[in-house]
Nanobody
Framework: QVQLVESGGGLVQPGGSLRLSCAAS????????MYWVRQAPGEGLTWIST????????WYADSVKGRFTISRDNAQNTLYLQMNSLKSEDSAVYYC???????WGQGTQVTVSS
């Protein structure tokens, strides 16, 4: 069965960095677009980033452009999100999502606070 398992979240100070990982299994990872989506407390789901199946191109929400980098390792079936210059407003649960929004991970909490 399809599984997406995120890791790498935690507590970080403003200006700090984190790298999220998403281990994928149960499907041909290299054939699928992948997304990162986040949900801040009390808010709805917000799209953050998309990567094409080959990993050659990434797209970003304006709120994270220039600070976050999406990447993937198709040999390891793993999706990444490198997050730099973190701000308090980046605090959220981050979800790894398969293209088509048909499968979601359980989410990983990112808290940016001093």
């Amino acid at each position: 069965q399809v599984q997406l398992v995120e890791s790498g979240g935690g507590l970080v100070q403003p200006g700090g960095s984190l790298r999220l990982s998403c281990a994928a299994s149960g499907f041909t990872f290299s054939s699928h677009w992948m997304y990162w989506v986040r949900q801040a407390p009390g808010e709805g789901l917000t799209w953050i980033s998309t990567i094409d199946p080959g990993g050659g191109r990434g797209w970003y929400a304006d709120s994270v452009k220039g600070r976050f980098t999406i990447s993937r390792d198709n040999a390891q079936n793993t999706l990444y999100l490198q997050m730099n210059s973190l701000k308090s407003e980046d605090s959220a649960v981050y979800y790894c999502v398969r293209g088509g929004y048909d499968y979601w991970g359980q989410g990983t909490q990112v808290t940016v606070s001093s």
